[in-house]
């Protein structure tokens, strides 16, 4: 059994969340799926959609920064996630329907950790 632990300094907020195309993000989607690495919301429904968390440790900085055209601001969330270990997050904000990548606070493959206790019936809290 594996037990997975957060502990925040506050260095997340040191990065500077990304503004990234819906273009961009469906590329992404399409990426991760076709990878078996996107979390939870497997959806077309555009509300869930843009409000997710992926992994990013997986894969190259380079294979993923050049989904998002190596914008610097992607490249500087991607690479922190990478180096602490974290999961990145898409958030849609509505009253300026920009899409944000920010580095997540979910250790980077925590949700298939539980997903796998949930099929070998351990409930997790």
Known sequence: MSITTLLSAGALRDVKPATVTARQLAAFRAFARER?????????DPLVACNFEARACPWSLASICALFDYDEG?????????????????????????????????????DRQSRAARGLGIAST
């Open 36 to 44: 078996g690495e996107l979390l939870d919301h497997d959806d077309e």
């Open 74 to 110: 992607v490249i500087a969330v991607v690479e922190e996630a990478q180096f602490r270990g974290l999961n990145v997050r898409f958030d849609r904000d509505d009253a300026t329907r920009s899409i944000s990548l920010r580095v997540a606070s979910t250790p980077d493959g925590s």
